[in-house]
């Protein structure tokens, strides 16, 4: 049952990280970090989808290709197969790795978890709740990577909107300012940003906050 908890509070912690904006970049980390201590591994780390390519030679993209997990395999018998892979986890005294394929919101295998377990063979329950760990985790990535999405969306529609509003008040001001029209104003403003090689919402604020006096007074 404690251990059970344990990983409950490690899910917990994960949530925790992916919801923080500054603190979501170290979430596959955190998830390497967190297996490591609860299956008392000699290592442990996560292989995203999109860095595959560069480790042709290595079980992560066989993984990834076949979506089916390799469970405590014995790197010493590997080495034919996986030259470099066993090369470096061997002499890094890894001798068993059981790699899990993790699946996002979508279904579709998006990383691989590898834990490596010494001379130590995974059980079947430790290798179970990995598996929903790197799972959650994954979800949580992408759901991150959506809310930064909307988030950034949010910050260009609410620029634009406070673009138009200075611009709206530049071409009032102005306008009052030459006794003509707002589209004889807004005229102005444009001519102005572009002689100048300004962006037309710099060029309102100035005039807004009387920074920049643009044209004549209006005659008597």
Do not use: Y
């Amino acid at each position: 049952m404690d251990r059970e908890q344990d990983w409950m509070r490690s899910a917990l912690g994960l949530a925790v990280v992916a919801a923080d904006e500054t603190r979501a970049p170290t979430l596959m980390r955190r998830l390497s970090q967190d297996c490591a201590a609860l299956l008392s591994l000699s290592g442990a780390g996560v292989l995203l989808a999109g860095a595959a390519e560069e480790h042709s030679g290595d079980p992560g993209p066989e993984c990834l290709r076949d979506d089916h997990a390799l469970i405590n395999v014995d790197l010493r018998e590997q080495g034919a197969r996986w030259p470099g892979f066993t090369e470096r986890a061997l002499a890094e005294g890894h001798t068993l790795a059981t790699l899990l394929p993790l699946h996002g919101s979508t279904g579709r295998p998006c990383a691989v978890l590898q834990l490596f377990s010494g001379e130590r063979k995974l059980s079947e329950a430790g290798i179970e709740s990995a598996q929903r760990l790197g799972d959650l985790a994954m979800v949580l990535r992408a759901q991150g990577e959506e809310l930064g999405r909307h988030r950034e969306t949010a910050g260009q529609l609410s620029r634009a909107l406070d673009s138009r509003v200075v611009i709206e008040q530049a071409k009032g001001m102005l306008a009052e300012q030459l006794g003509a029209g707002t589209g004889a104003a807004f005229d102005v403003l444009r001519g102005h940003a572009r002689s100048h090689r300004l962006k037309l919402a710099d060029v309102a604020r100035a005039v807004v906050d009387r920074e920049l006096r643009l044209g004549g007074p209006r005659s008597g």
